[in-house]
């Protein structure tokens, strides 16, 4: 997600109340977290409209399942007989759809209110949470699951293959949904199995410190997570370590499950390689049972995520044999360090990374598929201004693990002030940062330039960084090796 919003709209519904979903209309329809909830309630047969200020592919995709989607925020697009109006914390109390919901008495209802309504009809409920990885672990639950025939639902803040595809009803008992902790929306959802990735600093318009996030992981599993459940937890993480002692603490606690590169945890990574375009490690669990993980995916922290992925499928009755050769046909969700192109022989991948530390994963993921022969060059997008402020030294020492950066702006028009000091930092950690170029299409430009066969270019930031692609494409044809 894009930098959090701080709560500013009181839900007439909390997650766990009752909601009709017959007429839903949700506000902001193509946000990552919103569109997949909206595709389940229109696959589920309810009657859905939605608004947004731009007209996407995935949009489009939900179009032809029979939602209404509006262009641009007005009164008039709320139905009259809507049943509950959706809304994200990205979305003010002064926005028009709002006022007319109030205004015509229909329920202004949280995301997580609907998305906890709709995992209520399955009998197997799986909450994917953590500061990195939800969205890939989320994904390998959902692919894994319908490849072994289960039938599964799920909403994946990120698509799985094509536009609009992170959200689906499946026929199955299982559904899987990326819960988000940056607003605390994650508090009060119903969970039989909870799976925390890790836990680190994250959201600052919402948190004070890390110690913070971990009570919250915490009060969250303890109002929501079934009695019996089983809480599968990461902990190579401070955060996740701390949480998982707690909870086996606990008196009554939940179940618990580990995992991670520890030699501690009850699972653990070992024999792992990061080389070229895939990853594989092995697998040792309980009774030291071992299972290879090969992927297509690249970088050490997408071994992690099918580590996850692998025993919950396990805690869920499922056979980890099968479960690891469906991974291996896994191309990733979209956007998470994945390809996009190759053009003038230079390799370009998108990353959604927004946070020092998955900047700096998915720059290690960067080195091992240029290897030796090839450099590494970042065009960053920031994903807002207080994050810039709190994370800026670390995003420059992150970043200076590239031979290149070169910094951009977004929609959010930040300060070139602020990119500059960014670029600064990332100097003083001891990486390159010769341009900042606030239009993201010139950036690209520069990107190019700067490229040459071998090199891998890696597009980064939660914004629309991605939609640089194409211009890039294009100027890698035509300047690729001239850069000096």
């Not at 520890?262 to 309980?286: H, M, N, Y």
């Not at 065009?379 to 670390?394: C, D, E």
């Not at 890696?458 to 294009?474: F, N, Y």
Request: charged share 20%.
């Amino acid at each position: 997600m894009a930098e959090t919003a701080v709560p500013t709209i009181t839900p007439d519904l909390s997650a766990g109340g009752p909601v009709d979903l017959s007429r839903v209309h949700f506000i902001g329809v193509g946000g990552t977290g919103m569109l997949p909830v909206a595709r389940v309630c229109a696959e589920r047969g309810f009657t859905v409209s939605g608004s947004d200020v731009r007209v996407t592919e995935a949009l489009k995709a939900l179009a032809r399942l029979n939602v209404r989607v509006h262009t641009g925020h007005a009164a008039e697009h709320v139905p009259a007989d809507a049943t509950a109006v959706v809304f994200t914390h990205a979305i003010g109390p002064d926005n028009p759809e709002i006022r007319a919901a109030r205004a015509l008495g229909v329920p202004v209802v949280h995301r997580s209110t609907v998305l906890n309504a709709l995992m209520a009809a399955q009998p197997k409920k799986v909450a994917v949470m953590g500061t990195h990885g939800k969205s890939s672990t989320a994904g390998m639950l959902a692919f894994a699951l319908a490849r072994l025939g289960q039938e599964p639902s799920y909403a994946v803040g990120a698509d799985l293959d094509v536009p609009g595809s992170g959200g689906h009803a499946g026929q199955g008992s299982f559904f899987v949904a990326e819960v988000d902790e940056s607003d605390r929306s994650h508090v009060g959802m119903n969970m039989d199995v909870a799976v925390i990735t890790n836990i680190g600093y994250d959201h600052p318009e919402v948190y004070d410190d890390e110690e913070q996030v971990v009570d919250v992981f915490e009060s969250g599993l303890a109002l929501g997570l079934r009695e019996g459940g089983t809480a599968v937890v990461g902990i190579d993480s401070s955060g996740g370590l701390g949480l998982a002692s707690r909870l086996t603490a606990a008196e009554n606690g939940p179940g618990v499950v580990t995992f991670g590169f520890s030699t501690s945890a009850d699972w653990r990574l070992t024999e792992v390689s990061t080389k070229g375009r895939g990853s594989s490690a092995v697998l040792v669990g309980p009774g030291g049972a071992e299972y290879a993980l090969d992927l297509r995916t690249v970088g050490g922290h997408q071994l992690l995520n099918a580590a996850a992925a692998v025993i919950t499928l396990h805690v869920l009755g499922q056979d980890c044999g099968q479960a690891v050769e469906q991974l291996r046909y896994f191309d990733g969700v979209v956007r998470r360090m994945t390809p996009a192109f190759e053009a003038g022989g230079v390799r370009v991948y998108d990353s959604y990374a927004h946070h020092p530390d998955e900047v700096r994963a998915d720059l290690a993921a960067a080195r091992s598929v240029a290897r030796e022969q090839g450099r590494v060059i970042t065009v960053f997008q920031p994903s807002g201004p207080t994050r810039l402020t709190v994370f800026g030294r670390r995003f420059g020492e992150a970043l200076a693990d590239s031979d290149e950066v070169v910094v951009t702006g977004s929609a959010q028009r930040f300060a070139v002030a602020g990119l500059e000091t960014l670029s600064t930092c990332i100097d003083a950690a001891g990486g390159t940062c010769r341009h900042v170029e606030p239009d993201r299409a010139e950036a690209a430009v520069l990107a190019a330039s700067l490229a040459r066969p071998g090199d891998v270019v890696v597009l980064m930031g939660p914004g629309d960084i991605a939609e640089a692609g194409q211009v890039l494409r294009s100027a890698l044809g035509d300047t690729v090796g001239t850069a000096v």
